[in-house]
């Protein structure tokens, strides 16, 4: 019943921004880490970033200095915002939440960055 429903993503020029977001619902439990994944065609989906629920942040070493999470737990909401943005970026963005012992992932949305 828990859902994750990410949205922001689209086609951008190298150099561009994007925000993604992600909302929560049907969690009747506190929403703990939310995290941000990417996956590539023909690669594995891997870690971009991640904010626990106390706030502790970790980025991948190919995001860094570029990209910013951030979370806002009054509206169950997980964001990143993605700037100067490189066609390696390009990759379907998910969404995963942690509520109690469980994780959900969202449905994803496409990132298409151009040179």
């Known amino acids: ?6 949205s922001g993503g689209g086609l951008v020029q190298a150099g561009g921004s994007l925000r993604l977001s992600c909302v929560v619902s049907g969690s009747t439990l506190r929403i703990g880490a939310i995290g941000w994944y990417r ?4 690669n594995l989906r891997e870690l971009v970033s991640e904010i626990t629920s ?12 570029r990209f910013t999470i951030s979370r806002d ?7 990143l915002q993605m700037n100067n943005l ?8 998910y969404c995963k ?17 151009s040179s």
């Open 97 to 113: 939440a942690h509520t109690g012992w469980r994780y959900y992932w969202g449905q994803g949305t496409q990132v298409t960055v």
């Open 39 to 42: 996956q590539a065609p023909g």
């Open 54 to 65: 106390g706030g502790s942040i970790n980025y991948a070493d190919s995001v860094k200095g």
């Open 73 to 79: 737990d009054d509206k169950n909401m997980g964001y």
């Open 86 to 93: 490189k066609p390696e970026d390009t990759a379907v963005y």
């Open 1 to 6: 019943q828990v859902q994750l429903v990410e």
